[in-house]
């Protein structure tokens, strides 16, 4: 019996350690959430107006010209991937590596420690990735797909809906998409729509590659603390086993001490 409450007091002992552990990422995470949430949603507004500069320049016929607009469909596919560069997070990086596998064919440029894992080229944390980093990103990428080198460019990315919600998505960004959104009235390009959009193309994929950074940071902090909520109660669960456990084998041992005396006292009677 001995034997068994010391193994119990090692497993109580363990699962303490561990609770503590989680307890203290949850804490982290939780501290992150608020200034991961307003880079987010300054992210967002800086994105509503990124598209609604885009779509005013789409709308224009002359700039069906441009090469950022050209359709292709030979199935080259450059994936901007971005994943947790830590771990713990729940099924937040499985659910990016679910969603890529479904472009098994496509390039990938990632973003996070995990997506480095996953293909071996260098990778930059999603919670200091900088919009100089993102535009030397876009510089390539705009570069080469006026050059013809790929078809289609995409950004999968988690999307932030609530603290106990996200979801992994792709945002396509390459070639640009007619709008049929008019033109603001008074609204005029300088000197034409299809100059400014050939030079402020590699600035748009910039901005949303920095949006969707920001997105899937918050994202990720969210999932986190979640994981770690979750696994706090668990371990917190399996303490209250475990001690009641540990008590049961304490009071038989006990018992069974008091037991061999009285029956030790009988005999020399």
Avoid at 153 to 168: D, F, H, N, P, W
Avoid at 170 to 181: G, K, Y
Avoid at 224 to 242: E, H, I, V, Y
């Amino acid at each position: 019996m001995s034997e068994n409450t010391k193994a119990l007091r090692t497993r109580i002992k363990s699962v303490h350690s561990t609770m503590q552990l989680t307890n203290a990422m949850g804490l982290v995470a939780s501290s992150k959430i608020r200034r991961a949430n307003e880079a987010m949603q300054k992210g967002r507004d800086y994105g509503k107006a990124l598209d609604g500069s885009l779509a005013a320049l789409t709308a224009d016929r002359e700039c069906q010209k441009s090469p950022y607009m050209q359709q292709r469909d030979s199935g080259r596919i450059r994936l901007i991937v971005i994943a947790g560069d830590r771990g713990l997070a729940g099924g937040y990086n499985a659910n990016v590596f679910r969603l890529a596998a479904e472009y098994p064919d496509a390039q990938w440029y990632p973003i996070g420690k995990r997506a480095c894992d996953k293909c071996g080229q260098p990778q930059n944390s999603s919670e200091r990735f900088s919009f100089a980093e993102a535009a030397a990103l876009a510089e390539t990428l705009c570069r080469e797909f006026a050059e013809g080198q790929f078809d289609r460019l995409g950004i999968l990315y988690t999307q932030y809906r609530s603290v106990m919600s996200q979801e992994a998505t792709v945002r396509w960004l390459l070639p640009f998409m007619p709008s049929e959104q008019p033109c603001e009235a008074g609204m005029i390009f300088e000197p034409d729509p299809l100059t400014v959009l050939n030079r402020v193309a590699q600035e748009y994929v910039a901005g949303m590659i920095t949006v969707c950074v920001r997105e899937s940071f918050a994202s990720e902090v969210a999932a986190r603390r979640m994981a770690m909520d979750s696994a706090g109660k668990n371990a917190q669960q399996m303490l209250d086993t475990l001690q009641l456990q540990y008590n049961r084998a304490r009071q038989g041992a006990i018992t069974q001490e008091i037991t061999e005396i009285v029956a030790g006292s009988g005999d020399g009677i």
